[in-house]
């Protein structure tokens, strides 16, 4: 079976705003149609256009399933995952390109 990239991500529309938590298998695509309001719905929405936050694994089935436990955390968790790694909230896209 061939090894395929898989990444859990968070949006925020500012330091503490809004956020959102998706799964892609790829990142740069999945956040550059965030950014540009390419996708109907929450991000759009809600100007949710910053990458402040995004793991990487090679398990679809562990993505589904660490994006579904993260999602299910209270605010204050998502907050400290995000500032755990990233303190100022920087948008992380220009890293990926």
């Given at each position: ?5 898989y990444?859990?991500?968070?949006m925020?529309?500012?330091r ?17 149609e965030?950014?540009?309001?390419l996708v109907?719905g929450?991000?759009k929405?809600?100007k ?5 936050h995004?793991e990487?694994t090679?398990?679809?089935?562990s993505?589904i ?8 955390w ?5 907050i400290d995952?995000?500032e ?5 909230w ?5 890293e990926l390109?």
């Open positions: 079976m061939a090894n395929h990239d990444f859990v991500y968070i925020a529309s500012k503490k705003g809004t956020l959102y938590i998706g799964v892609t298998n790829d990142l740069v695509r999945r956040v550059f965030h950014k540009n309001d109907e929450f991000t929405t809600y949710v256009h910053n990458l402040v995004y990487h090679n398990d679809i089935h993505a399933e660490r994006e579904k436990t993260i999602k299910k209270n605010r204050q968790w998502k995952l995000i755990k790694e990233n303190p100022g920087d948008d992380l896209y220009p390109l």
